[in-house]
């Protein structure tokens, strides 16, 4: 096989071993963000702000730090400003500077020697607060005289004349949207809001920072990206990006929610000024008061369409609020909207604004649901007026090869006529319904990203090879990568082993999101695979005097091209790899790129529930995940990726939101009035998993994470609507919100 030809027969790839993981896991072996320790280290607590917005008259730590135990104190001023406006932000978020902007804002840190004097140093601190009014909602904080959060922050495309909250805009689409609407015989416009929801992970953020006295750093955390995580902590720190060393630990669900930094900094600066390691860990209360949920949203939309089901026009606008920080996340939901359809004229126009909330983070698709949601359940309405089938309505507008897309692309091979076929095919979509129950369906899309990636494949002298990445292991891709190094090498699955490497040890890697690791350090671990294989094809070459242009890799072996090559036995990798050091040295591979070609995923989802009139309760009875794989490494973890975003998405639709009172602060900060699905609320997740191949990955891979939580908030809307004949406009959908509906509240 010629180096860079793609495959589509594979011997290792698509099957499923056993992760690599899964002993240390379950075993209680594995290192997370709160197991790390180090001799001498002191235990770190944050003082947090019980107002959403104050302006900070001033900070006494005097009697804290006369604690005995107490080792240093750290706020805002200890933190000296940056010129990135980006990490600026971030730095805020970990520590108030002039003014808080939430409830449960940083204001001040301690590092001491017991949880216990910690604790009691944090209650010694004393802050005067000058209360400022407040705004919560994204509709209220784009009002001109809503109270303003942040100054100057708008963008220079934002319209004069609006709230200083307004600090971004976007439009995308494409053909004459009122045109489109003259031809329809029905017009549809809607209205719907979408509350913040948090990722759920269960393990807390989590970090242990050891500072030296030579300025010299380690940081241990639990977090998906931590390359970034150092280029954020050596900018706030003041520190050569050299001098800080991060590891990532294993990590306990991220799901977007760990893609930044909330307390590695305070760590790190409490480290600097006590000479000790110093470890943070948020309390649950923390986590949801002050790491990153998702935008809260406000939607209109409104679409057209002829009487046998033909889309004329789309017309969108989204109200995003990302928190008390400029957000840029509308720019994904604007685009995401209509983009499962081919149609004529469309049109979306997002709006950003500031409110008292902490910093949005991704949750999976960031900014994707919430678009989609509006357009799924437009279209199921519209559907209904006319009498058409869902999916066939769906299949008469979808997307396909050569579709100009809502926001500008023209696409390439797609799944969107694949996935709903496929859920046209299945049982469920023809299975027969009880009382009181009712189906929906809704469409889904995702991106997908590539971005920058850094690998080294080492063969080793005993014929087995270690694969080296940057990308913290969330979703199985340390199995995913490992199958892709033995299915280009040819040898056993079981002979690579794949470790995630700390910052010092390979060049920059971004982020594990997006959907990107699989797709983009499967293609570099692909290309560095194909570097060692060039390698060894060189050194069989020598040792046969040969040309290395004569040489062929078959099945884990050199191989002579032809009988013109000469006539010898075939050299195994291991035999290769035995006389490595007599013929050249070890040999490695390496690939370092920034990925592009990513290619987008389509998703479709049908969902069964069942309503009690009296009470509103929702249960939901079955639920089916169709999904563009592209080609599935590891198909038990692609399922699991599939079902995984299909139950958060569920709970997002029936019972998750972050619930703030008129005095702006959080009410349900905790995972008992903040509720997510637990297994006896949920049927098992049925999974068909397609396999359009990508042409932007050799393997034809694309992301699967982010596409499967895009359909559930509209696919469960349209089966609580059709249930209980009112349509929903808002999620989730509380019990207390449907009763409303059935009772014409």
């Known amino acids: 096989m010629a180096l860079d030809d793609k495959k589509s027969r594979f011997k290792y790839v698509g099957t499923t071993p056993n992760r690599p993981d899964g002993v240390d896991k379950v075993t209680g072996k594995a290192q997370y963000g709160a197991d790390i320790t180090a001799p001498g280290m002191l235990t770190g607590a944050i003082l947090r702000s019980p107002h959403p917005h104050a302006r900070i ?259 969108m606008t989204l109200r995003y609020s990302g928190g008390a920080w400029p957000s840029g996340t509308i720019e994904m939901g604007a685009q995401a909207g209509f983009a499962a359809y081919d149609m004529p004229a469309v049109r979306t126009i997002g709006w950003t604004a500031l409110t008292n909330r902490p910093k949005e983070i991704s949750y999976r698709a960031p900014g994707a649901p919430q678009a989609v949601y509006a357009v799924e359940a437009v279209i199921d309405e519209m559907c209904q007026q006319l009498g058409l089938d869902p999916l066939k309505t769906r299949l008469k507008n979808a997307a396909a090869k050569g579709t100009l897309s809502s926001y500008g692309v023209t696409f390439d091979e797609i799944g969107m006529v694949a996935t709903l076929e496929a859920a046209q095919a299945h049982p469920h979509w023809s299975a027969p319904l009880g009382p009181n129950q009712g189906r929906g369906v809704a469409a889904g899309f995702w991106f997908n990203f590539g971005g920058n990636t850094c690998v080294t494949l080492n063969i080793n002298t005993d014929g087995t090879a270690s694969v080296t990445e940057g990308n913290p292991d969330i979703g199985g891709s340390r199995a995913s990568i490992s199958l892709m190094a033995a299915e280009e090498l040819g040898i056993r699955y079981e002979n690579v082993r794949t470790i995630v490497a700390d910052t010092a040890s390979l060049g920059y890697n971004d982020n594990t999101d997006g959907s990107r690791v699989t797709f983009a350090v499967g293609l570099a671990t692909i290309k560095a695979a194909r570097a060692a294989i060039k390698v060894m094809c060189e050194r069989a070459a020598a040792l046969w005097g040969i040309d290395a242009e004569a040489v062929d890799w078959i099945d884990g072996a050199a191989h002579p091209s032809g009988p013109n090559a000469g006539k010898f036995p075939p050299m195994t990798l291991a035999e290769i790899a035995a006389q490595s050091f007599q013929t050249g040295g070890p040999i490695a591979g390496h690939h370092e790129v920034n990925v592009d070609g990513a290619g987008v995923s389509f998703g479709v989802h049908i969902c069964d529930v069942e309503v009690d009139p009296e009470t509103g309760h929702t249960l939901v009875k ?107 406009y808002q999620v989730p959908m509380s019990p207390p919100r449907i009763l409303s509906a059935i009772k014409g509240a």
Not at 131 to 138: A, F, G, I, R, S
Not at 248 to 255: C, L, N, T
Not at 686 to 701: C, S
């Open 57 to 315: 008259v001033s900070i006494d730590t005097s009697a804290a730090e006369a604690i005995p135990g107490v080792r240093a104190v750290v706020t805002g001023k200890d933190f000296a400003p940056v010129e990135d406006q980006g990490f600026a932000d971030i730095g805020e978020t970990c520590m108030a500077r002039d003014k808080v902007l939430y409830d449960g804002h940083p204001v001040a840190a301690v590092a001491a020697t017991t949880p216990a004097i910690a604790k009691a140093a944090i209650r010694a601190i004393k802050v005067e607060y000058a209360p400022l009014p407040h705004v919560t909602d994204v509709d209220e904080a784009m009002r001109p005289d809503a109270p303003v959060v942040l100054e100057g922050r708008a963008l220079e495309h934002v319209p004069a004349g609006m709230s200083q909250n307004v600090t971004n805009t976007c439009e995308f689409g494409h053909g004459d949207v009122e045109a489109g609407f003259a031809k329809a015989d029905l017009v549809l416009e809607r209205s719907f809001k979408v509350a913040a929801a948090h990722q759920g992970y269960i393990e807390p953020h989590a970090c242990m920072a050891s500072v030296t006295s030579d300025g010299r750093a380690d940081l241990y955390c639990c977090t998906q990206g931590h390359f970034f995580v150092r280029a954020v902590c050596s900018a706030l720190m003041g520190m050569e990006a050299s001098q800080l060393r991060v590891t990532a630990s294993e990590i306990g669900g991220g799901f977007g929610g760990k893609t930044t930094v909330f307390i590695e900094p305070v760590a790190l600066m409490l480290s600097k000024k006590s000479g000790r390691p110093v470890k943070l860990v948020m309390t649950r209360d923390e986590v949801f008061k002050a790491s990153g949920p998702t935008v809260h949203a406000s939607i209109d939309c409104k679409i057209g369409m002829t009487k046998d089901g033909r889309i004329t026009a789309g017309d």
């Open 622 to 728: 079955r639920y089916t995940v169709v999904q563009d794989a592209g080609k599935a490494v590891h198909p038990t973890y692609v399922e699991g990726q599939m079902q995984g975003g299909a139950v958060q998405g569920i709970g997002w639709a029936l019972n998750e939101e972050y619930i703030y009172g008129k005095d702006g602060r959080l009410q349900n900060a905790g995972f008992l009035d903040y509720r997510i699905p637990v297994a006896s609320d949920l049927p098992k997740i049925d999974t068909v998993i397609l396999e359009i191949p990508n042409p932007g990955h050799p393997y034809g891979v694309r992301g699967v994470g982010e596409t499967p939580i895009v359909p559930p908030l509209a696919a469960v809307t349209n089966a609580v609507s059709r249930t209980i004949g009112k349509r929903m």
